[in-house]
């Protein structure tokens, strides 16, 4: 079985200044019992390592996501790798993804500026029934086997 992951949650260093965000309830629990295929939006979109910080905006009334430091409007690469990668990960068949929380990209909730991260709002969006979590929700005892459970893991 496959499970989707931030790749910066395997211990990648592909957030914006280099760094990684490794959660070992993911990189060392769940990749015991499932095959983890890392995403990593930023960077297989185009956008390098180090890159500048982004964050949602609003202009005109509307939301966008922004270069801090450019003002780049990164919304529609970001949108379109998105759709793109969803499509390629529905041909894999995963059975979850865990997301990197209050990304820009990957957050799936309390993003600043925005209700979702793109990557993670055209993921749900494409694959509704699926379970999906931020890697802190993993972090409650249990939290990990009802997770697994919820994907049909065992």
């Known amino acids: 079985m496959r499970i989707g992951v ?4 395997l211990g990648r260093p592909v957030r914006y200044d280099g760094n990684h965000k490794r959660e070992p309830a993911v990189a060392d629990v769940l990749a015991k019992r499932a095959e983890l295929i890392p995403v990593c939006p ?10 500048e910080p982004m964050a949602f905006v609003r202009r005109k009334g509307k939301c966008r996501l922004e270069g801090l430091e450019s003002g780049r409007d990164l919304t529609g690469v970001m949108a ?12 894999l068949g995963l059975a979850g993804f ?11 909730r309390k993003v600043p500026g925005a209700r979702r991260g793109i990557f993670a709002k055209a ?13 802190g ?6 939290s990990v086997e009802t997770f697994l459970k919820e994907t049909g893991i065992r």
């Open 6 to 9: 931030s790749a910066c949650l």
């Open 42 to 51: 930023e960077v297989e979109g185009g956008l390098g390592v180090p890159r």
């Open 80 to 91: 379109r790798f998105a759709e793109r990668r969803c499509a390629e990960l529905e041909a």
């Open 98 to 108: 865990v997301f990197k929380a209050r990304s820009p990209s990957c957050g799936l």
């Open 123 to 135: 993921f749900v969006r494409r694959h509704p029934g699926l379970p999906v979590v931020e890697e």
């Open 137 to 142: 929700d993993l972090r409650e005892p249990g």
